[in-house]
């Protein structure tokens, strides 16, 4: 990033557009976005993210951007989200909204996607702009048009955004409006477990991803329960997306994300990533 501002607040009220609040939130996220050094540790906390939001080594002029409907980490390296953060709240769903797509505004042309890089793309690599917090899940919302910023998409295999990944997101919706008391957190993002081609019409350096991945969390009965879910981008469109769970420890070897860190300050509270209650919620049979 650079040497900092003069102030952390000058910064963020340019970067986020933000006047009054600044002076509270500044500090913490500046520092989530700013190189990390032996000498400390940052955590960044928002509403979005249950328990601290991943961490991983992005290069130092990567931007974390809060928004009213979900937080993403954006890599400049891939020219991707590294990871989006969600709460489900069945109050913003809503379906009939336009995918009338943009580049992120809070991001320079050099560190995200812009419109024109997708052309070509589907017919070459068969992709289509596949969303990590979805549309539909937050077309209810009055800030629904920032679901459809570049930032939040990902180039997904055709078949795998029309098959199991839809119905991961739409199983999620409906665990949420069948389980109202359960507050219900969403972490999603790209893999990179071989080189693919890139996208034909793309003008900058960026990286299609070879995988996806979705992990569900919640916290019941005293215990957090996750569900974590890897979708290879070669799947059939009818493959099914119980199928494709994984256990936390397997997810973080193979996003190199490290989750919930905010846990290292409740070691007593039990982790469950066979989770019967997500499991039942999402429509799941036991393994």
């Not at 980490?73 to 953060?85: C, F, G, I, N, R």
């Not at 936390?248 to 019967?276: C, N």
Request: hydrophobic share 45%.
């Amino acid at each position: 990033m650079g040497q900092l501002p003069q102030t952390l607040p000058a910064l963020l009220g340019r970067r986020f557009g933000w006047r009054r609040r600044v002076r509270a939130l500044a500090v913490p996220l500046l520092a989530a976005l700013a190189p990390a050094t032996p000498a400390a540790a940052v955590e960044l906390h928002t509403p979005h993210c249950l328990y601290g939001c991943p961490t991983t080594e992005l290069p130092a002029s990567s931007d974390v951007i809060v928004r009213r409907s979900y937080t993403l980490a954006s890599d400049d390296a891939t020219k991707l989200a590294a990871w989006v953060a969600y709460r489900v709240d069945p109050a913003r769903f809503g379906g009939g909204r336009a995918r009338a797509w943009a580049a992120d505004p809070l991001l320079a042309p050099s560190e995200t996607l812009e419109p024109p890089d997708y052309r070509g793309a589907h017919a070459a690599l068969g992709t289509d702009r596949g969303h990590l917090a979805p549309l539909a899940s937050f077309g209810g919302d009055r800030q629904w048009r920032a679901v459809n910023y570049l930032s939040n998409i990902l180039p997904q295999a055709s078949a795998v955004n029309q098959g199991p990944w839809r119905a991961l997101e739409a199983a999620i919706r409906d665990a949420a409006e069948a389980a109202p008391e359960l507050a219900l957190y969403v972490l999603t993002g790209p893999l990179y477990t071989r080189p693919m081609a890139p996208m034909p019409g793309a003008d900058e350096s960026h990286r299609v991803p070879s995988g996806y991945w979705k992990l569900l969390a919640a916290e019941a009965d005293g215990r957090l329960e996750v569900r974590a879910f890897l979708f290879d981008r070669d799947l059939p469109r009818r493959a099914g997306y119980c199928e494709r769970t994984v256990t936390l420890a397997q997810l973080e070897a193979a996003t190199g994300l490290r989750f919930f860190h905010g846990l290292d300050a409740r070691p007593g509270l039990p982790v469950s990533d066979a989770s019967a209650l997500l499991r039942g919620l999402l429509g799941c049979a036991e393994s």
